[in-house]
């Protein structure tokens, strides 16, 4: 039996890193996966990973998926998605608010049109496909949506920063995922009542992935110093299967979540020791 079986989940970012670690294990679990992205054929994008790629693997596997393009930052192509999930699979029980983009740009360059895009894909999208799916799960009384966060939502603090280094280009996408972090439990709260769980995890040590190498900050996708994809990918999972009372509202990190509910015996980072933002301590 698989903590999932018989439930639909949208995962979006799937065609590569997190997001399709998180595909996959839903599907292992027993999940009918839609996987969505903009990327669905290989060579489609500059970075490996597609959500061919992701599905293929899928099957392969014994797993349910199929794969549906989206721009999330775009309401109509929201829409779209949850509509050609419902008519491939049924309602959606669990919702995975992966998808994310920055530029890395410093402010005082950041052109402007940049910037909103950053905010639709990272916080407008979650708002967007939570809505579209939100009225299924209000009218069976059940249902989870989990976010995707980051380190980048807990700022450098107050200054003077004469003795931390010098950072650019994290602004935009920190603001958007701290912004992220406090929509999650505004909502948290105003569903609760009809039984719908919503929840906010980010990486307690960062994980490895096809974009992290490309922009340098990790070594490659088995550097030593970031943590297993496996860390990630269950306590989604965790969160999108546990009792609602025991997680809604919920602004966690990995390896911390994984570890108060017993999934883990150790593990460091966020939420272990070290402070996390001020979201996941309320």
Known sequence: MGKLDGQVAIVTGASRGIGEGIA???????????????????????????????VTRIREA??????????VSDDDSCNELVAQAKAAYGPVDVLVNNAALNYY???VDYPTSRWMRGFAVNMHGPFMLSKAVLPDMIGRGSGSIV??????????????????PE????????AS???????????????????VSVTCVSPGVGVATEGTVHFG?????????????????????????EPLDTVTGRVTYSQAILKEFGWIEGGEGLGIDRRGSGYSEI
């Not at 294990?25 to 992701?54: I, K, N, Y």
């Not at 950072?167 to 920190?174: A, I, K, S």
């Not at 070594?219 to 299967?241: G, H, I, N, Q, W």
């Open 62 to 71: 014994g797993g349910e998926a199929t794969a549906i393009t989206v721009d």
């Open 24 to 54: 996959k294990l839903f599907a292992q679990e027993g999940a009918r996966v839609v996987c969505a992205a903009r990327t669905l054929h290989e060579g489609d994008h500059m970075l490996a990973g597609s959500l061919d790629r992701t």
């Open 105 to 107: 740009i410093p402010i």
């Open 167 to 174: 950072r650019m280009g994290g602004t935009m996408y920190g």
């Open 147 to 164: 976010s995707i966060s980051s380190v980048g939502a807990i700022g450098p603090g107050r200054g003077p920063y004469a003795d931390l």
């Open 217 to 241: 900050i990790s070594k490659s996708l088995d550097d030593p110093d970031r943590e297993p994809m496996s860390m990630m990918t269950r306590a989604v999972l965790l969160l999108a299967t």
């Open 177 to 195: 995922k701290a912004a992220l972090e406090r929509f999650t439990q505004g909502l948290a709260q105003e569903v609760y009542q009809h039984g």
